[in-house]
C-alpha cells in the first residue's frame, strides 16, 4: 500500500508561483516502480490532468500548463514536486497526487482512470 500526502497549496496572486509537494510512503514490501502525476480539479468537474513523470524519466504536461509548471522528483526523499510559475486565476482547483504502477507505456499519461493512488488533494487559488 503507497500512502501520498501533499501540501504547498496556498493563496497567491496572479503572476506568483507555488511549489506543491507530494511526500511518498510505502507501507508494505511494494517495490514497483510508479508514475507519478499531478491532477486538478474543481467541485462538479471532471479531474484533469496536469502532468506526469513515468517511471523511465519522460514527463507530459497539459497544453493550458506547459511552459509554466514544472514536475520534478527527489527520489531521495520520496517527494513528487510540482513548481507553478506565472499563475493564473483559472488555475484555481484542487491538486491532487497520483501514483500508478510504472512501465506500462500503452496507458495515456494523463487519464485519470488508470491512475489507482490518490492523495487527499491541496487547494491553490489565485486571485485577480
Known amino acids: 500500500q503507497v500512502e501520498l500526502v501533499e501540501s504547498g497549496g496556498g493563496s497567491v496572486e496572479a503572476g506568483g508561483s507555488l511549489r506543491l509537494s507530494c511526500s511518498v510512503t510505502r507501507k508494505d514490501d511494494t517495490r514497483w ?4 502525476a499531478w491532477f486538478r480539479q ?3 468537474n471532471e479531474r484533469e490532468g496536469v502532468a506526469v513523470i513515468r517511471s523511465e524519466g ?3 504536461y ?5 511552459g509554466r509548471f514544472t514536475i520534478s522528483q527527489d527520489n531521495s ?3 513528487l514536486y510540482l513548481q507553478m510559475n506565472s499563475l493564473k486565476p483559472e488555475d484555481t482547483r484542487m491538486y491532487y497526487c497520483a501514483a500508478r504502477r510504472g512501465g ?3 496507458l495515456a499519461p494523463l487519464a485519470p482512470s488508470t491512475y489507482s493512488l490518490w492523495g487527499q488533494g491541496t487547494q491553490v487559488t489565485v486571485s485577480s
Open 33 to 36: 516502480d510508479m508514475d507519478m
Open 42 to 44: 474543481t467541485p462538479g
Open 58 to 60: 519522460d514527463t507530459t
Open 62 to 66: 497539459a497544453g493550458a500548463v506547459k
Open 77 to 79: 526523499k520520496n517527494t
Open 104 to 106: 506500462r507505456r500503452y
